[in-house]
């Protein structure tokens, strides 16, 4: 079995305001996180919201869904 060498990433957050970010990988964007309200939501994709505690929590889930997918 092959090992795959850990390659570096670039994660940029880019604040839209409204306590709302922006998370991109290589200029693809994976994503919105929603701090207005208690919980805060990200949106994956057109028709997907998840509901998380923390913002580090939503930028986590937000690359794991790119990283299933890429």
Do not use: C, W
């Not at 690359?63 to 890429?70: D, K, R, S, T, V």
């Amino acid at each position: 079995m092959a090992t795959r060498k850990n390659k570096a990433i670039d994660v940029e957050i880019n604040d839209l305001g409204n306590q709302i970010s922006e998370v991109k990988i290589n200029k693809n964007v994976l994503g919105k996180i929603d701090e207005s309200a208690t919980p805060i939501k990200v949106n994956v994709g057109p028709n997907n919201t998840q509901v998380v505690k923390t913002f580090d929590e939503g930028v986590e889930v937000l690359i794991a869904e790119y990283n299933l997918h890429h």
